[in-house]
């Protein structure tokens, strides 16, 4: 047989299977193809609500850790030296760079925070936190901290003796770590610091923060003047925090700032410091592939199911279309067809659902979680790949069962014995 009258027949099948298609859908039982629908929509939702909630705590987590923990790259000193020499030389030049929303300079030193509220020696209450020096007009452009004030007010630049707490160590206003704080430091209130170099002062709590994310609520804020005159330093820092415009663009940067001469200082983007918040992160995404696969079993037996009860009750009318001449293969390929059918309503109509009710209903009503308020991460990629898994699903479903039942004796399937 030529290719011509392959295709011409292949064309002639294709065509027969099209017609049985359509016939089976506008004559089928309504209730039917509606529970099909319905199915593929539902799945369609849940396949691409759990992954995109997951991702939303993953971006939930990564947007904490960039806006109120490391920015976006962070410069440490080079081996064997205890500051940034020159530091504010360095940040001017690292302000130059296009792209570069703004940098900041720290001084990092442990502390021991003392809190004795009647003043009378009988009460005292300790704990240990890391001290960080901020300039605040500097702070703003590189992380959230000034927008995040649950009490009281954010540092100036001017301020002496006066200190911003995160809630994790005043031990109020929704922190999750009692045992670890202060129990209960309101504004106004003076605590004592004893630095790790044994200078000891006294400071006025000017206001205390809550992120929502522990690693950034268990810091403690006093101006850079205040640390120098502490530290008898100057023009130094312990880290150098660096803002992009471009986040995932910190190699690129990282790359340009090393360019600039930046030899001797350690340079490395946010996600190196992740440490236990990455195997966070990668267990959310175990959980995510397993509750897809899970989802895809139950989509592949329901679907199944309902076709499968679909086809035995035209047992008899496949039997006559195989005694009329008409091929398995084109039987099979008209339920295919069918399942292809529904799924591609299904899938759109589930599009539509997500696109125009699921996500701006999230986005206007984010779930509140312990590390802040998180919605939805709905991307093409996500959307694309449940499509085309949906698709094959669809496949495989509307085959098995025609495929049994065309494989049946013709007498048989028309007698339904």
């Known amino acids: 047989?030529?290719?011509?009258?392959?295709?011409?027949?292949?064309?002639?099948?294709?065509?027969?299977?099209?017609?049985?298609?359509?016939?089976?859908?506008?004559?089928?039982?309504?209730?039917?193809?509606?529970?099909?629908?319905?199915?593929?929509?539902?799945?369609?939702?849940?396949l691409g609500f759990t992954p995109s909630l997951l991702l939303g705590l993953t971006e939930a987590m990564n947007r904490q850790t960039v806006?109120?923990?490391?920015?976006?790259?962070?410069?440490?000193?080079?081996?064997?030296?205890?500051?940034?020499?020159?530091?504010?030389?360095?940040?001017?030049?690292?302000?130059?760079?296009?792209g570069v929303i703004g940098?900041?300079?720290?001084?990092?030193?442990?502390?021991?925070?003392?809190?004795?509220?009647n003043k009378d020696g009988e009460d005292v209450k300790t704990t240990q936190c890391l001290v960080d020096s901020i300039d605040p007009e500097q702070?703003?452009?590189?992380?959230?901290?000034?927008?995040?004030?649950?009490?009281?007010?954010?540092?100036?630049?001017?301020?002496?003796?006066?200190?911003v707490l995160g809630r994790e160590i005043s031990g109020g206003y929704g922190a999750e770590l009692p045992l670890k704080s202060?129990?209960?430091?309101?504004?106004?209130?003076?605590?004592?610091?004893?630095?790790?170099?044994?200078?000891?002062?006294?400071?006025?709590?000017?206001?205390?923060?809550?992120?929502?994310?522990a690693f950034a609520d268990i810091q403690a804020f006093i101006t850079e003047k205040e640390m120098e005159s502490v530290l008898g330093v100057h023009?130094?820092?312990?880290?150098?925090?660096?803002?992009?415009?471009?986040?995932?663009?910190?190699?690129?940067?990282?790359?340009?700032?090393?360019?600039?001469g930046l030899i001797e200082e350690k340079i490395h983007p946010?996600?190196?410091?992740?440490?236990?918040?990455?195997?966070?992160?990668?267990?959310?995404?175990?959980?995510?592939?397993?509750?897809?696969?899970?989802?895809?079993?139950?989509?592949?037996?329901?679907?199944?199911?309902i076709i499968f009860i679909d086809v035995t009750h035209k047992r008899k009318q496949i039997g006559i279309l195989k005694a009329l001449g008409i091929g398995k293969g084109t039987i099979i390929n008209s339920y295919i067809l069918?399942?292809?059918?529904?799924?591609?309503?299904?899938?759109?109509?589930?599009?539509?659902?997500?696109?125009?009710?699921?996500?701006?209903?999230?986005v206007s009503h984010p779930l509140e979680f312990p590390l802040g308020f998180v919605s939805l991460v709905m991307t093409k990629k996500l959307l694309i790949i449940n499509s085309l898994i949906l698709f094959v699903v669809a496949i495989i479903a509307g085959f098995i069962p025609s495929w049994q039942t065309t494989r049946e004796n013709i007498l048989k399937a028309i007698w339904g014995r």
């Open 67 to 98: 806006e109120n923990t490391f920015a976006n790259i962070i410069i440490e000193p080079g081996e064997d030296e205890d500051y940034i020499i020159r530091a504010p030389l360095l940040q001017e030049r690292i302000n130059n760079i296009p």
């Open 1 to 46: 047989m030529s290719d011509e009258k392959v295709s011409n027949a292949m064309l002639k099948n294709l065509r027969i299977s099209l017609f049985l298609a359509y016939k089976s859908v506008i004559r089928g039982r309504k209730s039917i193809s509606a529970a099909l629908i319905m199915i593929m929509i539902m799945i369609f939702i849940l």
């Open 338 to 362: 069918q399942a292809l059918f529904y799924a591609t309503l299904g899938i759109g109509l589930g599009v539509v659902a997500v696109h125009f009710l699921l996500i701006p209903y999230f």
């Open 182 to 213: 202060l129990e209960g430091v309101r504004i106004g209130d003076e605590i004592t610091l004893t630095f790790n170099n044994g200078v000891q002062r006294d400071y006025e709590v000017k206001g205390i923060f809550g992120t929502g994310w």
């Open 270 to 305: 946010w996600t190196d410091y992740m440490g236990m918040v990455s195997g966070i992160t990668e267990s959310l995404g175990k959980i995510r592939l397993l509750i897809t696969g899970f989802l895809l079993i139950v989509a592949a037996l329901v679907f199944y199911v």
């Open 103 to 117: 940098s900041a300079c720290h001084y990092i030193v442990s502390a021991t925070v003392t809190y004795d509220e």
């Open 235 to 260: 023009n130094r820092a312990s880290e150098i925090l660096v803002k992009i415009e471009q986040p995932g663009q910190e190699e690129r940067y990282i790359q340009e700032l090393r360019r600039m």
């Open 139 to 163: 702070e703003i452009r590189v992380t959230k901290i000034h927008q995040n004030m649950v009490a009281g007010e954010y540092l100036d630049e001017s301020d002496r003796q006066k200190i």
